[in-house]
Every structure is written in C-alpha cells, then in structure tokens.
C-alpha cells in the first residue's frame, strides 16, 4: 500500500516538473542561459504586432508571407547576404510549383565552370543549387564592407537569442540614440564618452550599438507581388520569418509531432491501464 502510494506521489511530482518546465518559462533551466549578455543592448525586442504565425503550440506557416520575405531577401538582402544551406529546389515548400522554381533559380547567377576552356564563370542556377554568397571569398565580402562581414543567413534566426523577434527588431532599430542609449553606450566603451565610428551606423537592437550594415528598410523599398504594401514593419516581419523558415523548415511539423505525441502516450496509458485492470483481475477476486 505505502509503495503505491508512494508511486502515485512520485509520479504526480514528476508530471509537475515536467508541466512547469514547458509551460512556465524558467522555471527548470537546462543548457544555455536564456539571456546572453551579447546581443542585449535593447533586452526589449519588438514584436510584431499579433505576433509571427508560428508562435505558439499551434503554430502555422503563413505562405503568402514566407513568400513576400523571400522577395524582400531576393531584392535587398541578397546583395550583401548568402544563403548556403538552402537550395533553390527548398522553395517548392513555400507553395511554388517546379516549374516556377526551375525559372527562379534561372534568374540567379552561381559560380561554373565554362564547359569549352574550362574556366571559371558565371551560370545560371539549377533548383539543385544553393543560394550563392554574393562575394567570392571572405576577403572580397570585408573589403566591401568597411570589414565586417555579413553572416550567412540560412541559419542566423537560430544562431541569436529569440531570433525571429531579433531580426524583426535589428531591421527597425536604426534611431535616433536616446540618452538612456548614450549611457549605457558610454558604459560599454569603458567610460569613453560615446559617438557612432565613421562607418557604423547605430542600431538599437545590435549587441555594441554600431553595426556595420547600412539601414535597409525604407517605405515603398519593394513593390510586393501580392499588393501588400511595402511598409518597414511588414518588410521585417516578412524577412524575419522567411529566415525563421531558413533556419528550421520543419518547425511546424515538429509542434504538429508534439501534439500526436501526447496523443499517442496518453492511449498507451489508457491501454496500460485497462491491462493492469485485466492482469490483476484474478487475484483480487481471490481475496475478496
Ligand atoms: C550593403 C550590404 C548589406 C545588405 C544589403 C544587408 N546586410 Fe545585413 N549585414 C551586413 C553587414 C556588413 C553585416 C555585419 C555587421 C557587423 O558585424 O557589424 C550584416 C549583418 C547582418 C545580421 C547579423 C547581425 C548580428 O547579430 O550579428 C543580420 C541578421 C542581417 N545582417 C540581416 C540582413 C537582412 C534581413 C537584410 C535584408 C533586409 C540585410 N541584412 C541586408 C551588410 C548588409
């Protein structure tokens, strides 16, 4: 009787842990600190008003808006920014057919090799390709940006804390710097009173405050596909979830899994149940 019930107790406990573990946020810390002193110059991210489509335990894709980031990425990013872990053949997932991949990828230029002196060219891209780096080799990409370098972005919503509010705020964060900004910029410079570097640009949402990309978004930048209009919000919003999709295509799936999952375990408890009832049916007739 004692062994059961204590069972019964170590189970329930068990069973709250684990609730509060992922529904509570920090309440159970594993693995990495949720907040990294870099890349916090503004803890406070924006947010998209209503949030990204895929927040949450039910969250979805919203196509037409992958589709729209991937334009924004096409026409603005792209120039400075590559995507190498994806391939042009990924984007049939935003609901592109083969054919209109075949012409897209057509319309982007990768390294090749001249099929006659075998030198190296330019050729158009194949859906088997992958989005090409806009510089040939590290080098080039600094000497064009007062040297730094612009990250790839196949995966950089998954290489910063919170990333798609990240991006969405780094987008937007080009301010005038508050006094509040200047004290603390002060403080990170080790009591140096503060000013933007010649070719920086200050930037809120950027861990040091001067970051090297050049504001991107303005009103109007783009002329949508669809007719959404081109506002720095909805610009943002869209590029930060077409690389949130970047980072992880399979997201939705992985919370849809979850929810089968649960599903699954909690039949097999019903069934485990019901065997227990039936194995020990016997004996408790026999005693009574
Ligand atoms: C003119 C070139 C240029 C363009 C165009 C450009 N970027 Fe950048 N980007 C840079 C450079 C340079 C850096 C590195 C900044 C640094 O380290 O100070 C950078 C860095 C970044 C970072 C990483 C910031 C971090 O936390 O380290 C992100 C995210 C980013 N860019 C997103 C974008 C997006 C989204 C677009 C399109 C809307 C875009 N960039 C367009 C030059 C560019």
Known sequence: ??????????????????????FIPDTVKYSAPTKSPYYAFHEEKLKPAGGFSFDGLGGKWDYQQLQRGYQVYKEV????????????????????????????????SVPGLDPVTGESTMRPAEPTDYFPSPYPNEIAARAANNNALPPDLSLITKARPDGANYVYSLMQ?????????????????????????????????????????????????????????????????????????????????????????IGFLLFATGLAFLSYKQIWAEKKKKKA
């Open 1 to 22: 009787m004692t062994i059961r019930l204590g069972g019964i107790i170590f189970g329930l406990v068990l069973v709250g842990v684990l609730l509060a573990w992922s």
């Open 77 to 108: 990013c792209s120039a400075c920014h590559g995507m190498k872990y994806v391939a042009f053949r990924n984007l049939e997932q935003l609901g592109y057919t083969e054919a209109e991949v075949r012409a897209e990828a057509a319309s982007w």
């Open 173 to 261: 964060g080009y301010v005038e710097p508050t006094e509040e900004d200047l004290a603390k910029a002060k403080e990170l410079a080790g009591g140096v009173e503060w000013e933007t570097p010649v070719g920086l640009y200050f930037n809120e949402h950027f861990y040091n405050a001067n970051i090297a990309m050049p504001p991107q978004l303005y009103p109007d930048l783009i002329t949508y596909a669809d007719g959404t209009e081109a506002t720095v919000e909805q610009m943002a919003q869209d590029v930060s979830a077409f690389l949130t999709w970047t980072a992880e295509p399979s997201l939705v799936a992985r919370k849809q899994t979850g929810w089968f999952v």
